[in-house]
């Protein structure tokens, strides 16, 4: 079983920056898939990103491509969240989520992961 707790989040402008942490329980952490999500008041939970167990591959949704990073470190169970450039309709609740294995061609479906963490709160204002 994995435990991720989120931290990072924050309010920030309309262009300005903000890196997120996922610390993750756990002695397995480069054995799990990783992804980033958001939920919006009154929206569904969106894919952000995701990336395998070695960090070698990573995936983002097309809203925030070239403008967020997705990385880990396996040595400190972490994984970041590099948002640059962040935009109002960037504002959301961010989740990170552990997935049992290899990353799956599922990666941008939350059905797709087995942990989640609490959130942490983005808010980016005009």
């Known amino acids: 079983q994995v435990q991720l707790v989120e931290s990072g989040g924050g309010l920030v402008q309309a262009g300005g920056s903000l890196r997120l942490s996922c610390a993750a329980s756990?002695?397995?952490?480069?054995?799990?898939?990783m992804g980033w999500f958001r939920q919006a008041p009154g929206k569904e939970r969106e894919f952000v990103a995701a990336?395998?167990?070695?960090?070698?591959?990573?995936y983002y949704a097309d809203s925030v491509k070239g403008r967020f990073t997705i990385s880990r470190d396996n040595a400190k169970n972490t994984l970041y969240l590099q948002m640059n450039t962040l935009k109002p309709e960037d504002t959301a609740v961010y989740y990170c989520?552990?997935?049992?294995?290899?990353?799956?061609?599922?990666?941008?479906?939350?059905?797709?992961?087995?942990?989640w963490g609490q959130g942490t709160q983005v808010t980016v204002s005009s």
């Open positions: 989520a552990a997935h049992r294995g290899l990353i799956s061609g599922n990666y941008y479906l939350v059905y797709d992961y087995d942990y």
């Open positions: 756990g002695r397995t952490f480069s054995s799990y898939a």
């Open positions: 990336i395998s167990g070695s960090g070698g591959r990573t």
